[in-house]
């Protein structure tokens, strides 16, 4: 009932910045928090940043300072903005929206590669 699409994936330098983007489709009215989870190979996939409807955000200490999430409730995206990006933040990042208690349901993307070179 919900879909994710992301996109902004792709090969940058260390150092350099990249902004991706998850565009929800469906029942959007239902979706309070949506972040962006990554997975590198041989590691469990972990939370990058997640925003709520109200706009309270989380971040991961390893991308604190340098990654911002944001949204438009209204269009159903999420965006993340990624600076100072290092190897290490190399990585398949999904999109992840989770609705409100009442609906009970979680949603993810397809993933999208973000690989950063030294």
């Known amino acids: 009932q919900v879909q994710l699409v992301e996109s902004g994936g792709g090969l940058v330098q260390a150092g350099g910045s990249l902004r991706l983007s998850c565009a929800a489709s469906?029942?959007?009215?239902?979706?309070?928090?949506m972040g962006w989870y990554r997975q590198a190979p041989g590691k469990q996939r972990e939370l990058v940043a997640a925003?709520?409807?109200?706009?309270?955000?989380n971040y991961a200490g390893s991308v604190k300072g340098r990654f911002t999430i944001s949204r438009d409730n209204a269009r159903g995206t999420v965006y993340l903005q990624m600076n100072k990006l290092k190897p290490e933040d190399t990585a398949v990042y999904y999109c992840n929206a989770e609705a409100y208690r009442v609906y009970d349901a979680i949603y993810w993307g397809q993933g999208t590669q973000v690989t950063v070179s030294s």
């Open positions: 469906g029942r959007i009215f239902t979706i309070n928090r």
């Open positions: 925003i709520t409807r109200d706009s309270t955000t």
